[in-house]
T-cell receptor, first 110, second 113 residues
């Protein structure tokens, strides 16, 4: 499983767009990139997954460059309720084993 | 909606006790996981099961065992609880073939005194 590196923490203000970048230099051909969100005292929640280029859903966008050695989670116009820990995972969809890194703690300020 | 239910939200046990943490999922998922989460250490995988009676060690299996007799239920067992096993324990499940999209329970905060 490819190792991931992401910033330990980030601060933002309400209404701003937040971009969290994850490095995964050893990503394998079959690996997908997945992001989770975790609020205090709750289990992580799946946000978005992609393989290449761009994926968008109602929560976030995921940008993946051609070499796939990094990815960027983009949260548009954050609010206080987006304060959470965000985890980037890289792995193969059908093997099932999920290894989480340290995650990025996003603090949204008023 | 997928539901992953952990039997207890809070649990206090004594050192040396045998502790069972139960997890049930209602979506017929093949994969089930047990993690522990500690401040500054993130989520660490204890055990992973990809089918009934099948299991694989995660990063920190020492002091733990698991049981999966039925597809919907995955139990984590602390054979002899110790204070360093005080932690938040999280169970998750996922569908084979969509293994990177896992669903988590609310967690069990275990305190060993």
């Amino acid at each position: 499983l490819a190792k991931t590196t992401q910033p330990i923490s980030m601060d933002s203000y309400e209404g701003q767009e937040v971009n969290i970048t994850c490095s995964h230099n050893n990503i394998a051909t079959n690996d997908y990139i997945t992001w989770y969100q975790q609020f205090p005292s709750q289990g992580p929640r799946f946000i978005i997954q992609g393989y290449k280029t761009k994926v968008t859903n109602e929560v976030a966008s995921l940008f993946i460059p051609a070499d796939r050695k990094s990815s960027t989670l983009s949260l548009p116009r954050v609010s206080l309720s987006d304060t959470a820990v965000y985890y980037c995972l890289v792995g193969v969809s059908n093997t099932g084993k999920l290894i989480f890194g340290q995650g990025t703690t996003l603090q949204v300020k008023p | 909606d997928v539901k992953v239910t952990q039997s207890s939200r809070y649990l206090v046990k004594r050192t040396g006790e045998k502790v069972f943490l139960e997890c049930v999922q209602d979506m017929d998922h093949e994969n089930m996981f047990w993690y522990r989460q500690d401040p500054g250490l993130g989520l660490r995988l204890i055990y992973f099961s990809y089918d009934v009676k099948m299991k694989e060690k995660g990063d920190i299996p020492e002091g733990y065992s698991v049981s999966r007799e039925k597809k919907e239920r995955f139990s984590l067992i602390l054979e002899s609880a110790s204070t360093n096993q005080t932690s938040m324990y999280l169970c998750a499940s996922s569908l084979k073939g969509r293994g990177t999209e896992a669903f988590f329970g609310q967690g069990t905060r275990l305190t060993v005194v």
